[in-house]
Nanobody, 120 residues
Framework: QVQLVESGGGLVQAGGSLRLSCAAS????????MGWHRQAPGKQRELVAT???????NYADSVKGRFTISRDNAKNTVYLQMNTLKPEDTAVYYC??????????????WGQGTQVTVSS
């Protein structure tokens, strides 16, 4: 069974920083792209950042220059360093991985989500 487990969310004041982690575990053959999305109350889930297995990155305009996505392929883990946080960054953050399991179909897998709250 494949699992993505996030950690690192919490409450922070505006201007502060948080680092999210997401580790994939289970019967995994390989992982292609990994990424982070977020969903604020009453809004649709939106892309935050993605990173390929070759470490090419892509960011939403709203987080460019403030957030950094990275990954450790040996640990099947993706990170999101969030700096200069703003109240509008408040959301549930979900990691995802496009992966190839050993015992089931390839596809996009999601974590359970971690809450990030930025107070003004």
């Amino acid at each position: 069974q494949v699992q993505l487990v996030e950690s690192g969310g919490g409450l922070v004041q505006a201007g502060g920083s948080l680092r999210l982690s997401c580790a994939a575990s289970g019967s995994i053959f390989s992982i292609n792209a990994m990424g982070w999305h977020r969903q604020a109350p009453g809004k649709q889930r939106e892309l935050v950042a993605t990173i390929t297995s070759g470490h090419s990155t892509n960011y939403a305009d709203s987080v460019k220059g403030r957030f950094t996505i990275s990954r450790d392929n040996a640990k099947n883990t993706v990170y999101l360093q969030m700096n200069t946080l703003k109240p509008e960054d408040t959301a549930v953050y979900y990691c995802n991985a496009d992966l190839n399991p050993l015992d089931r179909d390839s596809g996009r897998y999601w974590g359970q989500g971690t809450q990030v709250t930025v107070s003004s």
